[in-house]
């Protein structure tokens, strides 16, 4: 059972600015960095932010990430058809002997 | 271009085993963390097992201690997950990744396609 809690939806129209927030505890957000995974149907997730706020090479500078305590957010400002997928948060969490934890995923949808 | 490629997925009874292959083309993996990262049907990621680069450090999901297993030969260039006594629980599909890992951070930044594991008699 995941230790990160992501609403379980999102939407916007094409353009708007979509933000999702990533709740979580002092031994995963409150004490590593967070990472964002998108994953499009039928496909494997994708590193989107790693370091809270770093972007890999060819991900879009609309997406962005911000960390505060043991939160963090992931936004995506002008909104397009093609953002819509599952998007999780994650962490390494320093609990029992250690893990990889990812968020409980929040579906994107562009009407 | 950096490649990771699934193997030995398939169909097992519950109670039976299973081996899964990772081989990556495009890197060195003896310079990375490497994981396996399940995804049952309609849910989310599941982080399953890790290691290091000289598999002296071994991580695992409480669920899966004790039954699975994670190696590496890195003269293959290769990882592995060998899985007994599973459960339908275990039923997902299986991706391999490539990690960086550091002090207070750890991602997955290159993933496998996946293979599939089926648990049902």
């Known amino acids: 059972q995941s230790v990160l809690t992501q609403p379980p939806s999102a939407s916007g129209t094409p353009g708007q600015r979509v933000t999702i927030s990533c709740s979580g505890s002092?031994?995963?957000?409150?004490?590593?960095?967070v990472n964002w995974f998108q994953q499009l149907p039928g496909t494997a997730p994708k590193l989107l932010i790693y370091?809270?706020?770093q972007r890999p090479s060819g991900v879009p500078d609309r997406f962005s990430g911000s960390k505060s305590g043991t939160s963090a957010s992931l936004a995506i400002s002008g909104l397009q058809s093609e953002d819509e997928a599952d998007y999780y948060c994650?962490?390494?969490?320093?609990?029992?002997?250690?893990?990889?934890?990812f968020g409980t995923g929040t579906k994107v949808t562009v009407l | 271009e950096v490649q990771l490629v699934e193997s030995g997925g398939g169909w097992v009874q519950p109670g039976g085993s299973l081996r899964l292959s990772c081989a990556a083309s495009?890197?060195?993996?003896?310079?990375?963390?490497m994981s396996w990262v399940r995804q049952a049907p309609g849910k989310g990621p599941e982080w399953v097992a890790n290691?290091?680069?000289?598999?002296?450090?071994?991580y695992f999901l409480a669920s899966v201690k004790g039954r699975f297993t994670i190696s590496r030969d890195n003269t293959k260039n290769s990882l592995y997950l060998q899985m007994n006594n599973l459960s339908a629980d275990d039923t997902a599909v299986y991706y391999c990744?490539?990690?960086?890992?550091?002090?207070?951070?750890?991602?997955?930044?290159?993933w496998g396609k996946g293979t599939r594991v089926t648990v049902s008699s």
């Open positions: 990744t490539r990690d960086v890992q550091g002090d207070y951070l750890y991602y997955m930044d290159v």
């Open positions: 495009g890197v060195t993996l003896s310079n990375y963390w």
């Open positions: 290691m290091n680069q000289d598999g002296g450090k071994k």
């Open positions: 002092r031994s995963n957000i409150g004490t590593n960095t």
């Open positions: 370091i809270n706020n």
């Open positions: 994650a962490a390494w969490d320093d609990s029992l002997n250690g893990f990889y934890v």
